[in-house]
T-cell receptor, first 114, second 113 residues
């Protein structure tokens, strides 16, 4: 158990809908990262937050947004969903934002868009 | 553009033998490399890492080798155990980024008892 929790575990929705994925980092970790893993793809970095502020952005679509709240949990919002958004979404956390801090991953949320 | 490549989607090894997982990268700005292991229905877990100023890092049965000139790294597992059966992701951190880590597509290792 990494100490990172993600809810829900599974989510099935329809095209055009909007969903929110939730992540609670390990106790004491200030950084949260979001990744997307599509079929046969590696983990694609989406976005990082550190202590409530956006720190780095990857290949995140404009239809996607995220935020980190004062209690350090984070939410990833996906809107106008398309079939291609079906994927595993992982959240990870780390203590700081220095270059070599180990990231601890949650179990992921499997999103299926029908 | 896949900057971190794991060209072998899968690998089968007999228990007790050596497993060698390979990874190639294209971005010369990468300065830190990591290996993660992932079991089904779980998130990836950190396994071992290496800084670009080193060419080898060892942790128990796991050793990572880095060849900067070839932009190649490998993970050696000796001896391989059935519990090592998992998907292994190679990852690299950009020296210019806060913490942006680029992952490969993974290699599924099966250790046969």
């Amino acid at each position: 158990d990494s100490g990172v929790t993600q809810t829900p575990k599974h989510l099935i929705t329809a095209t055009g809908q909007r969903v929110t994925l939730r992540c609670s980092p390990r106790s004491g970790d200030l950084s949260v990262y979001w990744y997307q893993q599509s079929l046969d793809q590696g983990l694609q970095f989406l976005i990082q937050y550190y202590n409530g502020e956006e720190r780095a952005k990857g290949n995140i679509l404009e239809r996607f947004s995220a935020q980190q709240f004062p209690d350090l949990h984070s939410e990833l919002n996906l809107s106008s969903l398309e079939l291609g958004d079906s994927a595993l979404y992982f959240c990870a956390s780390s203590l700081g934002t220095s270059g070599i801090a180990t990231q601890y991953f949650g179990p992921g949320t499997r999103l299926t868009v029908l | 553009d896949q900057q971190v490549k794991q060209n072998s989607p899968s690998l089968s090894v007999q228990e007790g033998r050596i497993s060698i997982l390979n990874c190639d990268y294209t971005n010369s700005m990468f300065d830190y490399f990591l290996w993660y292991k992932k079991y089904p229905a779980e998130g990836p877990t950190f396994l071992i890492s290496i800084s670009s100023i080193k060419d080898k890092n060892e942790d128990g049965r796991f050793t990572v080798f880095l060849n900067k000139s070839a932009k190649h790294l490998s993970l050696h597992i000796v001896p391989s155990q059935p519990g090592d059966s998992a998907v292994y992701f190679c990852a690299a951190k950009d020296s210019g980024g806060y913490q942006k880590v680029t992952f490969g597509t993974g290699t599924k290792l099966q250790v046969i008892p």
